[in-house]
């Protein structure tokens, strides 16, 4: 049993250096100006309806399995843990809105990389958390949370050269990013007797960044075949569980 645990954290480890890799693509895109944004935009809208399959068809029921009732104010606390963040540290801020250099003037790029810094670290946390319950779980939230880090490093290295700061600075904070995403799955991993506590958060945050933070992007563009990715997203869970969750 011991030894399927850490084989567990061990492929926690290394998808989380994926997922981690998953930003420094996207920031390095950016500074390359080779990335279209309508690409984006579609790993947005897919991501979106992904995210929030996992979290209310597998981490949430997980939760309560492992912490019982309580654990749906744990996943409360982390939903608004994320906004009260976002409302503090990176206030107004939207996927979208990044390259715009005249919002630079109200906002620093610190605090928005501070915040997006949260959001990755739990990235990282919800990752750990889903491979210590199980191999199945695990790969479901990896997949939830690298679909949504392309347009992090996107959108983190945009806010960089917005803010008039250079490439290599861009793909700097886009690496940032990434860090934070490893941070989240080692300090899961060492605290694993916190586990009752950690994977209800992880879906708190899950259900605020898909809900709150791309579901509003995807409804910028109101179009068919954004509508359609929402829809497929949950559909991929769906088909995902049927096939091969045993």
Same mark, same amino acid.
């Given at each position: 049993?011991?030894?399927?645990?850490?084989?567990?954290?061990?492929?926690?480890?290394?998808?989380?250096?994926?997922?981690?890799?998953?930003?420094?693509?996207?920031?390095?895109?950016?500074?390359?100006?080779?990335?279209?944004?309508?690409?984006?935009?579609?790993? +947005? &809208?897919?991501? /979106? @309806?992904?995210?929030?399959?996992?979290?209310?068809?597998? !981490? $949430?029921?997980?939760? =309560?399995?492992?912490?019982?009732?309580?654990?749906?104010?744990?996943?409360?606390?982390?939903?608004?843990?994320?906004?009260?963040?976002?409302?503090?540290?990176?206030?107004?801020?939207?996927?979208?809105?990044?390259?715009?250099?005249?919002?630079?003037?109200?906002?620093?790029?610190?605090?928005?990389?501070?915040?997006?810094?949260?959001?990755?670290?739990?990235?990282? +946390? &919800?990752?750990? /958390? @889903?491979?210590?319950?199980?191999?199945?779980?695990?790969? !479901? $939230?990896?997949?939830? =949370?690298?679909?949504?880090?392309?347009?992090?490093?996107?959108?983190?290295?945009?806010?960089?050269?917005?803010?008039?700061?250079?490439?290599?600075?861009?793909?700097?904070?886009?690496?940032?990013?990434?860090?934070?995403?490893?941070?989240?799955?080692?300090?899961?991993?060492?605290?694993?007797?916190?586990?009752?506590?950690?994977?209800?958060?992880?879906?708190?945050?899950?259900?605020?960044? /898909?809900?709150?933070?791309?579901?509003?992007?995807?409804?910028?563009?109101?179009?068919?075949?954004?509508?359609?990715?929402?829809?497929?997203?949950?559909?991929?869970?769906?088909?995902?569980?049927?096939?091969?969750?045993?």
């Amino acid at each position: 049993m011991m030894h399927d645990e850490t084989t567990r954290v061990g492929m926690a480890a290394g998808l989380g250096l994926v997922a981690a890799a998953g930003n420094l693509i996207g920031g390095y895109f950016v500074v390359r100006r080779e990335w279209p944004r309508q690409f984006l935009n579609y790993f +947005v &809208a897919l991501g /979106a @309806g992904y995210m929030l399959a996992v979290a209310f068809v597998d !981490v $949430i029921p997980e939760s =309560v399995r492992i912490g019982g009732q309580s654990a749906f104010l744990f996943v409360l606390a982390g939903y608004f843990l994320v906004h009260l963040f976002e409302h503090t540290l990176a206030p107004h801020f939207h996927f979208g809105e990044e390259t715009h250099v005249d919002e630079m003037h109200h906002r620093s790029y610190t605090t928005i990389l501070l915040g997006l810094g949260i959001h990755t670290f739990f990235d990282g +946390v &919800a990752i750990a /958390a @889903g491979f210590l319950v199980s191999t199945w779980l695990g790969v !479901v $939230i990896f997949l939830a =949370v690298f679909l949504h880090k392309l347009p992090e490093g996107f959108t983190v290295a945009s806010v960089a050269l917005a803010a008039g700061r250079g490439r290599q600075t861009a793909i700097w904070a886009a690496g940032a990013l990434g860090v934070a995403t490893l941070f989240g799955v080692l300090l899961t991993s060492l605290l694993r007797g916190q586990l009752k506590y950690a994977l209800p958060l992880s879906a708190g945050v899950t259900v605020y960044v /898909a809900a709150t933070d791309l579901l509003p992007e995807v409804n910028r563009e109101p179009n068919w075949k954004m509508a359609l990715l929402v829809f497929a997203g949950v559909a991929s869970l769906l088909i995902l569980q049927n096939l091969f969750h045993v």
